[in-house]
């Protein structure tokens, strides 16, 4: 995007957010009304990249600035900051965060940075604080919770508080699903949701050690899944059947024809 790009979409901004001639919607928002509107946008963002469609990525890109120009000039209305501001402080945050590209340290690999990333991090928010803050300080009550759990839990590494090898890790999943039949023994919901969470937790922490994004691969098995059951329903429709004309045991011989049929596609 050129500079006259930028300034013409905070220009468009300005205008929307005008007292006397914006737009009667876009002048009755606040931080949190557009908050959900901005995890919308990452999300369809994420979706974009999963379809490979470059053309919607872009639009979902210009979705997702659109948010940043929303916050920044509400900010500057309130005489907080600018986008300016916004731009300057994340280049100064990369300035010094990469100290390899724009300084004379040296990095090994990607790893070696992933590690030098994170000690930078935690440098910052013990600066922020005045002092040496909590470990798990800063993780956002905001993210998905998988992601959430898959970061608590590497935070929580960085300092020595984790299972050395990927076995350990399953051998927890497996405990936290035996507390869950437990659970199910007795007629308390609260607990069972309990131990639920404690299961996804574990889970997350398994997808960590096993270097896998939880939450991509949760998306991924969405989306699968999603692919899988209307492949299902087209077939129901073409043999011109209801879904409650179907015994279970006719579903699940429909679900695995499914499943076969689109392993030999992603074989071949």
Request: hydrophobic share 40%; charged share 35%.
């Amino acid at each position: 995007m050129s500079k006259s790009n930028i300034n013409k979409l905070l220009e468009v901004m300005v205008s929307l957010r005008d007292p006397d001639t914006g737009c009667p919607w876009d002048l009755e928002q606040d931080f949190a009304s557009i908050a959900p509107y901005t995890i919308e946008e990452a999300y369809e963002v994420a979706d974009a990249i999963d379809r490979g469609e470059l053309g919607d990525l872009r639009d979902e890109l210009g979705d997702l600035l659109l948010q940043v120009v929303f916050h920044a000039r509400m900010a500057e209305e309130q005489g907080a900051f600018d986008f300016d501001d916004v731009a300057g402080a994340i280049a100064d945050k990369m300035l010094r965060r990469h100290p390899h590209v724009f300084g004379d340290d040296d990095v090994a690999d990607a790893e070696a940075q992933t590690h030098a990333w994170e000690e930078h991090k935690r440098r910052e928010r013990a600066a922020s604080g005045g002092h040496d803050i909590g470990v798990l300080h800063g993780i956002s009550l905001g993210l998905p919770a998988l992601l959430r759990a898959a970061k608590l839990g590497k935070r929580a590494a960085g300092v020595g508080f984790d299972w050395p090898e990927v076995d350990g890790v399953r051998d927890k999943v497996a405990e936290e699903l035996a507390e869950v039949d437990a659970a199910r023994a007795g007629t308390d919901q609260a607990a069972v949701a309990e131990e639920v969470g404690d299961l996804l937790f574990a889970v997350a922490q398994l997808a960590r050690h096993l270097r896998v994004d939880p939450e991509e691969a949760l998306r991924a098995a969405n989306n699968k899944f999603m692919r899988r059951f209307e492949a299902v329903e087209d077939g129901l429709r073409a043999d011109h059947v209801r879904w409650d004309e179907q015994s279970i045991e006719e579903l699940e011989r429909r679900w695995q024809a499914v499943k076969q049929k689109s392993r030999s596609s992603d074989a071949s």
